[in-house]
T-cell receptor, first 114, second 112 residues
Framework: GEDVEQSLFLSVREGDSSVINCTYT??????LYWYKQEPGAGLQLLTY?????DMKQDQRLTVLLNKKDKHLSLRIADTQTGDSAIYFC??????????????FGKGTKLSVIP | ETGVTQSPTHLIKTRGQQVTLRCSSQ?????VSWYQQALGQGPQFIFQ???????GRGNFPPRFSGLQFPNYSSELNVNALELDDSALYLC???????????FGPGTRLTVL
């Protein structure tokens, strides 16, 4: 099945850019999503990219997709303390049993230093 | 527009008991997916319901079962609870099978 890997921790200074990287194994993923999870909360959909695109910009967020290397990244410009959270990349794909499911890694905990 | 809601927020059960968790999907969404998130891990897919039918399941035993109702709300039932079932249970709704999934706040289940 699909496997998703992310670095567990990232620490940046307020105002700097953050780059969170993700590698995945299933090349048939159609959409690839980024979710944010704050402590004790559910997952907030931040942005997503279709598999035939290589870049998508959405305000402070930029998603880059290298489909050949199965590498996805999320860049957050002008990182703020409110961006401190766990970030998950989640490729979406057919499970083979008819469902369309998201596969998550362990997430990257972003800490923003004031 | 109301987002995805889940109830209860927290729940404590003992081993061997049964539990029912509830999810109300976002207005107009006909697909509900359930995920289990153990502490320090990413969510894992349990199963998906589409138009009241189970539409695929992850690597979870049959004691995890579910329902979807005509209004597209959904229930997750877990029988014969085990200590390892302690986790945050998340439901996500989407407009169709292949659309973005929007998550609820989750139900924190503790099994003692």
């Amino acid at each position: 099945g699909e496997d998703v890997e992310q670095s567990l921790f990232l620490s940046v200074r307020e105002g700097d850019s953050s780059v969170i990287n993700c590698t995945y194994t299933d090349s048939s993923s159609t959409y690839l999503y980024w979710y944010k999870q704050e402590p004790g909360a559910g997952l907030q959909l931040l942005t997503y990219i279709f598999s035939n695109m290589d870049m998508k910009q959405d305000q402070r967020l930029t998603v880059l997709l290298n489909k050949k290397d199965k590498h996805l990244s999320l860049r957050i410009a002008d990182t703020q303390t409110g961006d401190s959270a766990i970030y998950f990349c989640a490729p979406g794909g057919d499970s083979g049993a008819g469902s369309y499911q998201l596969t998550f890694g362990k997430g990257t905990k972003l800490s923003v230093i004031p | 527009e109301t987002g995805v809601t889940q109830s209860p927020t927290h729940l404590i059960k003992t081993r061997g008991q049964q539990v029912t968790l509830r999810c109300s999907s976002q207005s107009g969404h006909n697909t509900v997916s359930w995920y289990q998130q153990a502490l320090g891990q990413g969510p894992q897919f349990i199963f998906q319901y589409y138009r009241e039918e189970e539409n695929g399941r992850g690597n979870f035993p049959p004691r995890f079962s579910g329902l979807q109702f005509p209004n597209y709300s959904s229930e997750l039932n877990v029988n014969a609870l085990e200590l390892d079932d302690s986790a945050l249970y998340l439901c996500a709704s989407s407009l169709g099978l292949y659309n973005e999934q929007f998550f609820g706040p989750g139900t924190r289940l503790t099994v003692l």
